[in-house]
Structure formats: C-alpha cells, structure tokens
C-alpha cells in the first residue's frame, strides 16, 4: 500500500508560480510512476505531469512548457513546478503513483489562479 501527502497549493494570481509536493511512503518499493493529475468543477480529470520509469515524462498539451515534474528517488517525492498559471489551471491537483498494476492517489491539493 503506497501513502501519498500533497502539499503547496494555494491561490495565486495569474501569471505567477507555484510548487507542488507529494512524499511516497508505505510500500514504495519499485514504483515505476509518480506525478500529477487535476480536475477542475464540472470537467473531467485530466494529465497534468507523470514522471515514469527510464526517465519517461509525459505532459498534457495544455500545460507543456509552462510546468516542469521533477522526482526526487532519495526523498521519494516528485514535484511539479507550475510558472505562467493562467485561471483555467484552478482545480485539485493530486499526486498520482503506480506499482504493480495498483493506481495510488493522494487526497487533492486545490489551485487557485485569479485573473
């Protein structure tokens, strides 16, 4: 069983930065996939960032160049930087791990962009 805790969320104006954390703890031996999911009111959830195994990371088209997902094995935690956030980045962002066919999530962080 693989425990994830978020952290850094917050309200933020548009046009600024945020950092998101998650720590991994429990069984996390040979997680092969950690990072980021959000859904916003209303929508569905959607990829953010996920950082995979052999040093893999996929990005959703709408957050490509303005977010960047980094892990740090040794802490196990993966972070997401979020610069250039615009209104429609609001939502629960939550962190998201793999292993051994097993989707894990954590509890949401809620973002808030204001125009």
């Known amino acids: 069983q693989v425990h994830l805790v978020e952290s850094g969320g917050g309200l933020v104006q548009a046009g600024g930065s945020l950092r998101l954390s998650c720590v991994a703890s429990g069984g996390i031996f040979s997680i092969n996939a950690m990072g980021w999911y959000r859904q916003a009111p209303g929508k569905q959830r959607e990829l953010v960032a996920v950082?995979?195994?052999?040093?893999?990371?996929d990005y959703g088209d709408s957050v490509k160049g303005r977010f960047t997902i980094f892990r740090d094995s040794a802490k196990n935690t993966v972070y997401l930087q979020m610069n250039s956030l615009k209104p429609e980045d609001t939502a629960v962002y939550s962190c998201y791990a793999h292993q051994w066919g097993t989707n894990y999530w954590g509890q949401g962080t809620q973002v808030t962009v204001s125009s």
């Open positions: 950082s995979r195994s052999a040093g893999r990371i």
